[in-house]
């Protein structure tokens, strides 16, 4: 039996004193033990924690520095795309407007130059016109591309033409008897324009002086059963033409006797 609450039979007043003062410094020891304890955890929870959040602030810098590199590159690249489309775009339209100025130059040509099955039908007064000199130049089977041989003929025949006056040059194509007769009209054709773009190009003849006549095969010049034959017949002609009478035959005689 206890006498008093907390307290046994027999133990002296000293004794519970020392007891109860035991226990209260057991108590505040445990306390003292939790709050430590308490603190370093608080302690060991901040040290670990601020290493992950400064690693996750990193973390979102590296990702927004990524971010703003990816949207400079796209933004790079899509006003280098613009830039390249806008290239492409004027250089397109350069093309094509080239290619309409090359035609409406073609088309310039053609009209200006004559063409007809015979002079007869655009030269007036044709009866004034005498013949000066003239040049033969052939090509090969199905050709319409000058030769070396070709050019030089020509450049020796255009030589007279810087002291030719009131002239103008007849230019007749022809072929050989192979092939359709349709075909080799266009052939003949080609074969005289081949004639009049060198002198015009290298010598600066006005297309108007040009009178072009595509025979094809109706005008034979040598026999078309043989190989020589025909190659004499693949031929474009080209007859200087005056009407200044006397003074061209002068002229040509001069230039004639010169060479």
């Given at each position: 039996?206890?006498?008093r609450l907390g307290e046994k039979p027999g133990l002296k007043e000293s004794e519970t004193m020392s007891i109860h003062r035991l226990g209260a410094l057991g108590l505040a020891a445990s306390l003292a033990i939790a709050g430590a304890t308490g603190c370093a955890t608080?302690?060991?929870?901040?040290?670990?924690?601020?290493?992950l959040v400064e690693h996750s602030d990193q973390l979102d810098s590296k990702t927004a520095d990524n971010n703003r590199q990816i949207h400079d590159v796209d933004d790079r690249a899509?006003?280098?795309?613009?830039?390249?489309?806008?290239?492409?775009?004027?250089a397109n339209e350069s093309a094509q407007n080239a290619s309409h100025a090359a035609g409406d130059a073609q088309t310039e040509a053609d009209n200006a130059v004559h063409r007809a099955d015979s002079l007869d039908s655009v030269v007036k007064g044709?009866?004034?016109?005498?013949?000066?000199?003239?040049?033969?130049?052939?090509?090969?089977?199905?050709?319409?591309?000058?030769?070396?041989?070709?050019?030089?003929?020509?450049?020796?025949?255009?030589?007279?033409?810087?002291?030719?006056?009131?002239?103008?040059?007849?230019?007749?194509?022809?072929?050989?008897?192979?092939g359709p007769a349709q075909y080799n009209y266009e052939l003949s054709q080609r074969r005289a324009d081949a004639v009049v773009?060198?002198?015009?190009?290298?010598?600066g003849i006005a297309a108007h002086r040009f009178y072009l006549i595509g025979i094809?095969?109706?005008?034979?010049?040598?026999?078309n059963t043989t190989a020589e034959g025909r190659k004499q017949n693949r031929r474009v002609e080209v007859q200087l033409l005056s009407n200044m009478g006397d003074q061209g035959a002068q002229t040509a005689s001069n230039h004639n006797g010169g060479r």
């Open positions: 039996m206890f006498d608080k302690v060991y929870v901040r040290n670990q924690t601020a290493p899509q006003s280098g795309i613009k830039q390249a489309q806008g290239a492409a775009d004027s044709l009866d004034s016109y005498k013949s000066i000199s003239n040049v033969s130049v052939t090509f090969g089977f199905d050709k319409s591309v000058l030769t070396k041989d070709d050019r030089d003929q020509l450049d020796s025949f255009a030589a007279q033409l810087g002291s030719a006056k009131s002239y103008i040059l007849e230019v007749t194509g022809g072929t050989d008897s192979t773009q060198y002198l015009a190009s290298k010598y094809g095969k109706d005008k034979e010049v040598a026999t």
